[in-house]
């Protein structure tokens, strides 16, 4: 049998009394948090680790001690953060509706094009190290998890994370070409078609 328990439900079970937050601030104070970093291990220590070493059951016992151990966690944490909040103020600011348009275009046009395309260019640049000629995958063999043939080579075009859950999942039986989203561009590891 498995049941679902909310945050808010746990909350409950443990008496914890929740803050109210206005509709959306907690989306802009997480993603404030994200740029500024203002939670990461060395602000706030590795909590993960802490709540392990923490001898007591209660949650008021938590808190006294965590801040017994960082003191000043909070309280940085906050600069951070905030400093960060009123940096997304100012950029909100300058957002007009053909920014938004803009960004709109960028996104589903551009950016989509180039997301599914670019496996074409990776194609090309692999028939290309092979000395040999590619072509795109038809549907019957998408389903087989085969993007494209480098010659008569099937392959797949998987990002770099896949790895990890190719151990825990699916199994493509064919050649993989992994690659890794870069700042301005990818990086693609052809050594598997190379063997």
Request: glycine fraction near 4%; charge should be neutral.
């Amino acid at each position: 049998m498995k049941i679902k328990l909310t945050n808010e439900q746990i909350r409950e079970a443990l008496e914890i009394e929740s803050p109210l937050f206005p509709k959306y601030v907690t989306q802009i104070i997480n993603l404030a948090n994200q740029n500024a970093q203002g939670t990461r291990p060395k602000v706030v220590g590795q909590l993960s680790d802490l709540i392990q070493e923490f001898p007591g059951k209660k949650f008021e016992e938590w808190e006294e001690w965590y801040l017994q151990k960082h003191p000043d966690a909070i309280k940085n944490a906050r600069e951070k953060i905030f400093d960060m909040v009123e940096k997304l103020k100012h950029a909100v600011n300058k957002i007009d509706e053909n920014m938004v348009n803009e960004w709109a275009k960028d996104l589903v046009i551009v950016k989509t094009f180039i997301g599914l395309k670019f496996q074409e260019a990776v194609l090309k640049k692999a028939a290309e190290i092979k000395g040999a000629d590619y072509r795109l995958a038809e549907k019957t063999d998408e389903s087989k998890g085969i993007d494209g043939y480098i010659g008569d080579i099937p392959v797949s075009i998987k990002p770099d994370t896949y790895k990890i859950k190719k151990s825990l999942s699916e199994e493509i039986p064919v050649k993989i070409i992994y690659y890794k989203k870069l700042r301005n561009g990818i990086e693609v590891d052809f050594s598997e078609i190379l063997d």
